[in-house]
């Protein structure tokens, strides 16, 4: 349950690599707090596992969340966890690629002694409800936001690095004409701001950062490549990575990163 509260949606195979147990007790436990209200099976993925897939999708029910929240006082500060049962298919997707990506840095992480995971937790950050909603101004008037899907750090030698990651699963273009409209170029502006004004400095005292893009294909992954090309700044701030990557490699850690210009970069340096 702590970990489906940290992550927000696990399959089973993620709840069987990151909990102690074997695959059999783990999926039997699983089950049970099910049954008794303390996790959710969100219904949208329910032709999954009718079409032969056993790998099951899980969040937090009523009853997990309130006991997470009287027996250990983990935050909830947003009630997202109320609407697990409602969740739609995108939304879902979106969430477990996510889950594939942290779940995947947390393991390699757990078999490296020269390298520590950091959470958001160990920014310490005080009196701040959403940290990492940034509204920044990009040329004179037009204002945008950005949220990442999850923040976190490596630590490694004594040096510390934060990522902020961005899930990519297609369902946006990639350019438009209008920023007001969603598209991927819109977030590209608003990272390239965030470093520009230095506001990763004066919010959170990182003296560096990166952006993390996984996506669908690597055709997606060319052409969000194109459009980081054009920033006036930054464009050493993002990296890139095709979703198949992950599953080439064993360990997520040892994956070559791709900067716009296809240099390659380790995320321990």
């Not at 596992?49 to 997470?68: C, D, M």
Request: net charge positive; with cysteine.
């Amino acid at each position: 349950m702590k970990c489906l509260h940290r992550h927000r949606f696990l399959r089973s195979d993620h709840i069987v690599s990151l909990c102690p147990g074997s695959r059999q007790q783990v999926l039997r436990r699983l089950q049970r707090l099910f049954h008794h209200g303390y996790l959710e099976r969100p219904p949208c993925q329910i032709d999954y596992y009718q079409s032969g897939s056993r790998r099951i999708a899980y969040g937090l029910g009523n009853k997990g969340a309130a006991w997470l929240k009287r027996e250990l006082a983990l935050p909830f500060h947003q009630p997202d966890w109320k609407q697990n049962h409602q969740v739609g298919r995108l939304f879902l997707q979106h969430a477990l690629l996510v889950s594939d990506i942290m779940v995947a840095v947390e393991l390699a992480c757990r078999n490296r002694n020269d390298i520590r995971f950091l959470s958001v937790d160990d920014l310490k950050i005080p009196n701040m409800r959403e940290p990492f909603q940034w509204r920044v101004h990009i040329g004179q008037r037009q204002k945008i936001g950005v949220i990442p899907d999850r923040v976190f750090g490596l630590e490694s030698n004594g040096k510390k690095s934060w990522y902020c990651l961005e899930a990519d699963r297609g369902t946006m273009p990639i350019t438009r004409s209008n920023l007001d409209q969603t598209s991927f170029q819109r977030k590209l502006l608003a990272y390239e701001a965030i470093w520009s004004q230095n506001l990763h400095r004066t919010r959170f005292g990182w003296q560096r950062f990166r952006v993390l893009t996984v996506t669908t294909s690597s055709e997606r992954v060319q052409g969000i490549k194109q459009a980081c090309q054009e920033l006036a700044h930054a464009r050493g701030l993002f990296l890139f990575l095709d979703a198949a990557a992950l599953a080439q490699y064993g360990e997520i850690l040892s994956i070559p990163w791709h900067t716009c210009h296809n240099d390659i970069y380790d995320l321990l340096l």
